[in-house]
């Protein structure tokens, strides 16, 4: 066996310090080409918009092209996966939304573990669902929708935009502190659930304040409680539901970034300042603002600890309601 020399030693640490510089001078040059900000869900949808108005900020800020790309399906899982696979070189990033929480919370088979595969960076925005009633059901708060539910046993109703997601999860967590028993009834998006509620073939429905609160201001609709931590500036005369139903209680559609596991500290936490600075631009919060969304922006770590909570917090829903997923 030959022995090291100190000639070779040399050599050997020398070769160890180049590769060591060259890591650290790329990530000192990141970003030097195109970020792809992986959207897991179809243009023109809530989570795009945001998504969209982030990356145009994001690309004045850092001087490279972020490019939004559209991968949905299998309520977001599917551009996860995508972007759980990618290189963690802070080139493919994800813009995704509560819906990581929930399939975690209801422990979907999915080929990515989203506490070892995905590394959290920023927490975006929070939009609050509406609580919402029928027209037809004559029910215009709290205190009407126990009386329906007493006068009318067993057909109290409502709709949701699909088994286990959030507008299911709300209403379900809302009836139950209530100690009344409802129908679910459920579609395949918001876009399906809107026209059999408005026509009063469902009695309730809870659906982020952004698309629901157009049905409410052309009085289609009756708002009966928002979901955020306090009241909404879209429509301020509504109760929250930690005031009329729950007290502590608060969720909302919240939209978040993550990066692949693996991807160097220093593009993390150049990504999450770049997102807090785009979040208090004037023209990001007016036009977050509009949309009924609260900016949150926050340090990888406090995004980490948010999202175990969320995951520990809808499991236990899961647990003891027995809602499964087919």
């Known amino acids: 066996m030959k022995k090291t020399t100190f000639k070779h030693c040399k050599i050997l640490l020398a070769a160890a310090l180049l590769i060591g510089g060259s890591q650290a001078i790329a990530q000192q040059a990141w970003p030097s080409k195109p970020i792809r900000l992986i959207v897991p869900f179809a243009p023109g949808g809530a989570t795009d918009q945001v998504a969209r108005l982030m990356g145009t900020k994001l690309t004045a800020q850092l001087g490279v092209t972020v490019l939004v790309e559209n991968k949905p399906g299998a309520n977001g899982n599917i551009g996860a996966d995508y972007v759980a696979k990618a290189a963690p070189d802070g080139y493919t990033v994800l813009h995704s939304t509560s819906s990581l929480a929930f399939t975690a919370a209801f422990r979907q088979k999915v080929s990515y573990d989203l506490a070892k595969d995905l590394a959290p960076v920023s927490l975006v925005i929070n939009q609050p669902l509406l609580i919402m009633a029928s027209n037809q059901s004559g029910i215009t708060n709290v205190q009407t929708l126990r009386d329906y539910a007493r006068k009318n046993a067993g057909k109290l109703s409502y709709a949701s935009s699909g088994t286990g997601n959030l507008t299911h999860l709300a209403m379900f967590v809302a009836l139950r502190a209530l100690e009344l028993d409802a129908t679910h009834v459920p579609y ?102 509009a949309q009924g969304a609260e900016p949150i922006g926050s340090t990888p770590e406090a995004f980490k600890s948010f999202i175990d909570a969320e995951v520990r917090r809808w499991e236990k829903v899961v647990d003891s309601s027995g809602i499964r997923l087919d």
């Open 188 to 289: 395949k998006g918001g876009a399906g659930a809107f026209p059999d509620f408005i026509a009063g073939r469902t009695d309730l429905f809870a659906d982020p304040i952004n698309s629901a609160y157009p049905y409410v201001r052309d009085g289609r609709v009756t708002a009966i409680a928002v979901t955020g931590a306090q009241r909404s500036a879209l429509a301020p005369n509504v109760p929250t539901v930690s005031e009329s139903i729950l007290p502590g209680f608060s969720m909302g559609a919240w939209q978040a970034l993550m990066a692949p596991a693996g991807t160097p500290p220093a593009i993390i936490n150049k990504l999450s300042a770049a997102y807090s600075v785009a979040l208090k631009d004037p023209e990001v919060k007016a036009k977050l603002a």
